[in-house]
């Protein structure tokens, strides 16, 4: 079984920053990709950032030069970094995790969500 973690969420100002963590436990054997995906109230889940287990990263158009997407390996965690965050970052944040288990059988894990909320 594996669980992830999610915090680091909370309330801030326009133009304030937040760091969100996301840490991934259990029968894990590798970590092919771990990323951020948010869903706003009425709108689609969207991914923000990803990174892959060679380092690439991907970013959604809205959040290129605020957020920036680092893993700390020892620790399966994974972090983002968003600065100079806009009202319009309001979502709830869900991390996600790609997984090779100990049975060599590839899964998907959803975190169970942190609440972003940027004021004007």
């Known amino acids: 079984q594996v669980q992830l973690v999610e915090s680091g969420g909370g309330l801030v100002q326009a133009g304030g920053s937040l760091r969100l963590s996301c840490a991934a436990s259990g029968s894990i054997f590798s970590i092919n990709a771990m990323g951020w995906y948010r869903q706003a109230p009425g709108k689609q889940r969207e991914l923000v950032a990803v990174i892959r287990s060679g380092g690439s990263t991907n970013y959604a158009d809205s959040v290129k030069g605020r957020f920036t997407i680092y893993r700390d390996n020892g620790k399966n965690t994974v972090y983002l970094q968003m600065n100079s965050l806009k009202p319009e970052d309001t979502a709830v944040y869900y991390c996600?995790?790609?997984?090779?288990?100990?049975?060599?059988?590839?899964?998907?894990?959803w975190g169970q969500g942190t609440q972003v909320t940027v004021s004007s």
């Open positions: 996600n995790v790609q997984i090779t288990s100990t049975a060599r059988v590839a899964y998907d894990y």
